[in-house]
């Protein structure tokens, strides 16, 4: 069964320090998307991708996130610099989605503790 | 804009009975709607998905959902509950063509009491 991969799992940190999270899609899926989940406010979408090129990233707080996809087996979410505000688990998912009608897949998530 | 509520932030239900997990939403146009579950540590996974047809989907483990048109509804339902579907559970809307994004409701945890 094909699977979205997020490392690392776990990531503890102090504030201040640069935090990269990547994903690695499931090959041919054209779309990525990065979400945060928190207690407070559940899921929410940070930045998503469609053939590597950012479509929106509304979501995310631009002074201190990045998002890309240097190439199509590989994303990536980076925060510079961190900060306690920012943990959260951050998944990434990926998908067909020639029209929308095709569901999301999601990774197991990097769950992010900021000190 | 598109929405979804999900009203219950919990729904509690004993082993054997019959589930109702309930999903209201708002998009302009035809909607394309989502049910996903997510367990502990984990991702969420896709259940099942409503499109066009049929106004009752099913879905995996079990779960099936009716789309109600004029009350902008897409309940999840199971007809007898088992202690493992104890997860939390989001409905997701977004509107069809172009590159819409999806939009998920705040989930509701659903307990199965043995």
């Known amino acids: 069964d094909a699977r979205v991969t997020q490392t690392p799992r776990h990531k503890v940190t102090e504030m201040g320090q640069e935090v990269t999270m990547r994903c690695q899609p499931i090959?041919?899926?054209?779309?990525v998307f990065w979400y945060r989940q928190t207690m407070m406010q559940g899921l929410e979408l940070l930045a998503y991708?469609?053939?590597?090129?950012?479509?929106?990233d509304s979501g995310m707080p631009k002074d201190r996130f990045s998002a890309e996809m240097p190439d199509a087996t590989l994303a990536t979410l980076k925060i510079q610099p961190s900060e306690p505000r920012d943990s959260a688990v951050y998944f990434c998912?990926?998908?067909?989605?020639?029209?929308?009608?095709?569901?999301?897949?999601f990774g197991d998530g990097t769950r992010l503790s900021i000190l | 804009a598109q929405s979804v509520a999900q009203p219950e932030d919990q729904v509690n239900v004993a082993e054997g009975n019959p589930l109702t997990v309930k999903c209201t939403y708002s998009v302009s146009g035809n909607p394309y709607l989502f049910w996903y579950v997510q367990y502990p540590n984990r991702g969420l996974q896709f259940l099942l998905k409503y499109i066009t047809g049929d106004n009752l989907v099913k879905g995996s483990y079990g779960f099936e959902a009716e789309f109600n048109k004029s009350q902008t509804s897409f309940h999840l339902k199971k007809p007898s509950a088992l202690v493992s579907d104890s997860a939390l559970y989001f409905c997701?809307?977004?509107?069809?063509?172009?590159?819409?994004?999806?939009?998920f409701g705040i989930g509701t945890k659903l307990q199965v009491i043995p």
């Open positions: 090959l041919g899926h054209n779309t």
């Open positions: 991708f469609r053939n590597r090129a950012p479509l929106d």
């Open positions: 998912a990926s998908g067909l989605l020639s029209d929308g009608n095709q569901p999301q897949h």
């Open positions: 997701a809307v977004r509107a069809p063509g172009g590159y819409q994004k999806v939009t």
